[in-house]
């Protein structure tokens, strides 16, 4: 099993840029489906950018063209640059695995806040 470590949140500006990194504990970090997941206060966890094992990435519709997903398999690391932030954006950001279907246990997330 794979635990996550969530960081680089903050509080920003409209309009400006973070980049989240999750680490990852355990072995086989290279299998799987790595995702970067977010849930805003009152609203259901949703999928914000995933990447699979050969690196092929999926970003949400609200997300495009803003934020991008990369992992380091050598390092065991999940990123997530963000740019042209938006309020709507505030969130706790959570990275995780899918494999078969099957997501990992959570961590504690990080903490993205979006305002002037």
């Known amino acids: 099993q794979v635990q996550f470590v969530e960081s680089g949140g903050g509080l920003v500006q409209p309009g400006g840029s973070l980049k989240l990194s999750c680490a990852a504990s355990?072995?086989?970090?290279?299998?799987?489906?790595m995702g970067w997941y977010r849930q805003a206060p009152g609203k259901q966890r949703e999928v914000v950018a995933q990447?699979?094992?050969?690196?092929?990435?999926t970003l949400a519709d609200p997300v495009k063209g803003r934020f991008t997903i990369s992992r380091d398999n050598a390092r065991k690391m999940l990123y997530l640059q963000m740019n042209s932030l938006k309020p709507e954006d505030t969130a706790v950001y959570y990275c995780?695995?899918?494999?078969?279907?099957?997501?990992?246990?959570w961590g504690q997330g990080t903490q993205v806040t979006v305002s002037s």
């Open positions: 995780n695995r899918l494999i078969l279907g099957t997501l990992e246990s």
């Open positions: 355990g072995s086989r970090f290279n299998i799987g489906t």
């Open positions: 990447i699979s094992s050969a690196g092929t990435t």
